[in-house]
């Protein structure tokens, strides 16, 4: 059968399309006036869309079989899954009934297969379409192998030149603008501070008190009654003092008001007369005696306590004259008693105590809390109290007690009372307590003075450095109140910058047919513009597969327990400071000279890479896993390991950096089982020797057992050719926890000297930690104390594999309502994996990790993004995959690009092209 009996029945409707066409093509010149509308109409329609997105929310499942559609919007409307999923059949589908799917491959063939069955034989349109695509899938099918349209259409893509030239010319253009934010990257340091204490010193009490009033003239005087109590008299005390028939004597006196608002009551106790008596106040009658008023002799004296209050006569500053009249006859007298109570604290103008110097006080409080030696003492060398602890007051006349007084700067166990006047404080305390000695894992020591008589690092040192203040924590107070010693914490890091970038994409499109697909309209991929979050969420991703750590669920058959598993684990750390700020033992100090933060991330980075690339391999290429072995984070060795690479870079280059052969060719050329067995062993016997035996089993095995026995030699086995990466004994998911091992290591060899004879290991390691940034700050606690004051000081912390995942659990233990223990009793877990799916991934603020990359030169910038990510740096010459950058002698590794030309140089692009239009229609290989 020819190809005119084929088409003829569909005659018809080609000639209809022909004619279509033929009309359009003629028409398409005019469209190119209507451009700059569709583009506009376009982006108009893009803007809509995203307002109409802004607003959008998801569904919600409100778990009953049913989801809630546009919840919290006027639109809001519930619909069943089963009617979402009308081929369940059952209104009562749930999306767990879905949900139970994920990860269960068993489950889900059996759901399709059930699928399938009931699609074959329901009555329902996917019914109807699932069988019409199985029916046509078994007819068979022409073979248009030479037939005229095929032919024509190779025509057209034989020589496209012309048509491409009527068509759309569009440049793209995209621009970036670098911006830039600061983020603190802390650098926290902590100090010993304790109070200077001198051997001698003098307190001395200024108290001044003012007179209530003052005698101007007269007859009459006061005197104290006692405190806040004077007594004013009107009148001569005595008897029988006045001679006469029948007369009338007169007493005036006068006195001076000076604080009328210290009176509290003034009252007119006490009036004494023979025969009769008046009481005037500024000429006005106040009180007439009880016998009355105008005869003579009658024979007795009289005494009235007439309690009258008369405190008008004092609420008031000034003279104040008050005047008593006798009448007498024969012997006689007459004097009066008025009563004042006052205030004495508004009379008191000065009560204070003042020391000889500025750091006096110290030494009181330090004899008082019993911290100085034997033979120390405080005493009170000028008391003018009486027993009762009150005395008068020379000047004013006023008693004073000791209640009224400020309290003395010492301990009232001293018996010192407010009263004194003078005191002598004298003593020895030795708050750096030499000659106290201690015992732990590095031996027995003592403390002694130290030679230069100041520690290697102050407070004041840290802060002529210009490092910030943040906290101080107390660990000794005793009875005084006083602070004996206070950790107090500086931050003393830096400010980086963290560079991003903006990128602005315009097109220019001058054919004369445009705006054809997406020439005309800037299509928003939903890809994040910013690349340092996007560096940071990757990084975290990364760490996460590395940092993994589950508990064993049947540890003799090695079989771990999934629901223990958790990323980024730390460990419980601490360091000592013993000693008096003088004579610190400091074990928690950070030496310099380390290979530091830097070479570290380089390491993590790499590590990274290294993983990645292993878990993208199919698990029987066992050769180009060990080649990612072998790179960056294991250079640190430095001529060993480069003297080994340089020994088997040309043979492994072939595999990895070339593209002369493939690696089919590889393998049949015998290559392939040439390197395997002895670069695997290479690579781990180096491996062992240089980060030990841990290290080793960590990333290999050998015959599913360890590769490596207790002195980092391999087991036989291993030296067999039996070494293979991961497997066995090695947890591929503590990665991070070995490198973090092997790399303190080589840091502690270069502290270890720099650091005091008597801080332990451990404490080496977490110096070496604390300069890597993984240690999370828990506080400071007292382990030990001399005579109450706290010696040996323990500085708390939980420290990670990597800034990062201790970046991590801040940010995320909150969110999940952990914490991290106290300094005494740390909590250092790690995220469970289960808890990964609660945390809130917006809220994970990552800017101190970035920061932490841009101060090391990890993170690219506008300056330096050309150099650091062309393709030749991250897949070339430039790679961590090339061996020469590690001084093997090679001729250097070709980018993914020349790779990929070379290896499709002999491609048959219109046989491959032309097998693909055959498969296509069925007729291909099956």
């Known amino acids: 059968m020819g190809a005119r009996e084929i088409f003829d029945p569909q005659r018809g409707f080609v000639q209809t399309l022909s004619a279509i066409l033929c009309v359009t093509l003629a028409w398409t010149p005019f469209g190119v006036s209507w451009a700059d509308a569709i583009q506009a109409a376009g982006r108009d329609g893009q803007q809509l869309g995203q307002q109409v997105l802004g607003g959008f929310a998801f569904p919600l499942d409100t778990g009953n079989g049913t989801l809630t559609l546009n919840p919290g919007t006027a639109q809001e409307s519930a619909i069943s899954i089963g009617t979402l999923f009308p081929d369940t059949h059952n209104s009562a589908t749930t999306t767990s009934d879905f949900t139970q799917l994920y990860g269960n491959n068993p489950g889900t063939l059996a759901a399709g297969l059930n699928a399938q069955t009931a699609l074959n034989g329901e009555t329902s349109f996917t019914g109807e379409a699932y069988r019409t695509l199985i029916d046509n899938a078994h007819q068979s099918h022409p073979d248009l192998h030479a037939d005229p349209i095929w032919q024509s259409g190779d025509q057209v893509f034989s020589n496209f030149t012309p048509w491409a030239q009527s068509f759309s010319d569009c440049t793209t253009t995209t621009t970036q603008t670098e911006t830039q934010h600061t983020v603190r990257v802390p650098d926290y340091q902590l100090c010993l501070r304790q109070p200077t204490v001198p051997q001698s010193c003098t307190a001395t009490h200024q108290v001044h008190v003012e007179p209530l009033l003052s005698f101007v003239a007269g007859d009459g005087g006061f005197s104290s009654c006692g405190p806040g109590c004077l007594d004013v008299y009107i009148g001569r005390v005595g008897d029988n003092y006045w001679s006469a028939g029948c007369g009338v004597f007169t007493w005036q006196v006068t006195y001076n008001m000076i604080h009328p608002e210290a009176i509290t009551s003034a009252r007119l106790e006490h009036v004494v007369y023979d025969d009769q008596t008046r009481l005037f106040f500024g000429g006005n009658l ?60 508004k009379l008191i103008t000065q009560d204070e105590w003042s020391w000889s110097g500025p750091n006096c006080q110290n030494l009181a409080n330090a004899i008082s809390d019993g911290i100085c030696q034997t033979g120390s003492q405080l005493s009170c060398t000028n008391d003018p109290a009486n027993a009762s602890g009150c005395y008068v007051d020379p000047a004013s006349q006023v008693m004073v007690c000791s209640a009224h007084l400020a309290q003395a700067p010492v301990a009232s166990s001293t018996g010192i009372r407010n009263t004194c006047m003078a005191i002598q404080a004298s003593g020895t305390c030795d708050l750096n307590q030499y000659g106290k000695c201690w015992t732990d894992t590095a031996g027995t020591h003592c403390l002694q003075p130290p030679a230069n008589g100041m520690p290697n690092k102050t407070c004041e040192s840290l802060e002529t450095q210009g490092c910030s203040f943040i906290k101080s924590q107390c660990t000794s107070v005793l009875a ?92 419980p750390a601490s360091c000592k400071m013993v000693g008096g700020a003088l004579s610190l033992v400091d074990c928690c100090e950070t ?54 690479q ?60 360890a590769a490596f026995d207790a002195a980092g030699n391999l087991t036989p086995a291993a030296q067999s050719g039996g070494v293979q990466l991961g497997g066995g004994a090695a947890v591929a998911g503590q990665l991070l926890s070995t490198l973090m091992t092997a790399y ?23 110096a070496a930690k604390k300069q890597l940034k993984v240690c999370k700050d828990l506080g400071t606690y007292c382990e030990s104390k001399v005579a109450g004051v706290c010696w040996v000081r323990k500085e708390s912390y939980c420290c990670y594999n990597s ?30 994996v289960a808890d990964l799916d609660r945390v809130d991934w917006t809220q994970v603020n990552l800017d101190e990790w970035l920061a932490i990359l841009a101060q090391t030169g990890h993170l690219p910038s506008a300056a330096n993004a050309a150099s650091m990510l062309n393709l030749d740096q991250l897949t070339g010459t430039g790679s961590r995959l090339n061996p020469q950058k590690y001084g093997a002698v090679s001729s250097g590794r070709q980018d993914t690009l020349t790779r990929t030309q070379g290896r499709m140089s002999d491609l048959d692009v219109p046989t491959v092209k032309r097998q693909s239009e055959l498969e296509g229609w069925g007729m291909g290989p099956q």
């Open 286 to 345: 106040i009180y007439t005696g009880a016998s009355g008023w105008g005869a003579c002799e009658l024979g007795q004296s009289w005494v009235d306590t007439p309690n009258r209050d008369v405190t008008y006569a004092f609420n008031s500053s000034g003279h104040k004259i008050f005047q008593q009249n006798t009448i007498v006859g024969g012997m006689g007298e007459g004097y009066a008693r008025i009563r004042l109570r006052y205030d004495l604290s």
């Open 646 to 705: 340089a020994d088997f870079a040309s043979g492994v280059n072939n595999l990895v950096g070339t593209d002369m052969l493939s690696t089919s060719d590889i393998a049949s050329k015998g290559l392939l089982d040439s390197l395997k067995g002895e670069l695997m062993k290479s690579v781990a016997e180096w491996i062992g020797q240089t980060f030990g035996q841990a290290a080793g089993n960590a990333l290999f095995s050998a015959g599913g057992q």
């Open 591 to 644: 030496p310099s000279g380390a290979m530091g933060l830097g070479r570290y991330v380089d390491l993590l980075i790499a590590t990274s890479q290294m993983d990645s690339a292993v878990m993208a391999m199919d698990s029987s290429s066992a050769i180009r896993g060990a080649w990612e072995t072998m790179r960056t984070p294991f250079t640190l060795a430095g001529d060993a390991w480069n003297s080994f």
């Open 480 to 571: 005084s109140g006083t602070c004996w010693d206070s950790v107090d914490t500086y931050d003393c890091g830096q400010t980086v910058g963290i560079p991003a970038l903006q990128s602005n994409t315009q097109q220019q499109c001058a054919g004369p047919i445009r705006c054809m697909g997406e020439d005309c309209i800037t299509v928003n991929r939903t890809q994040s513009q910013d690349f340092s979050k996007a560096v940071a969420l990757l990084n975290s991703a990364q760490q996460m597969a590395m940092d993994l750590h589950c508990d064993y669920a049947n540890a003799d058959l090695q079989q771990k327990d999934p629901t223990t598993c958790q990323v980024f684990q730390g460990k």
């Open 744 to 766: 303190t290591v080589v840091m502690i060899i270069i502290m270890i000297i720099q650091m005091v004879y008597s801080c332990e290991e451990p404490e080496y390691e977490l």
């Open 803 to 832: 800034p990062l995942a201790r970046i991590l659990n801040e940010q995320i233990k909150p969110q999940l309502g952990m914490d991290f223990g106290t300094p005494e009793s740390p909590t250092c877990t790690g995220i469970k």
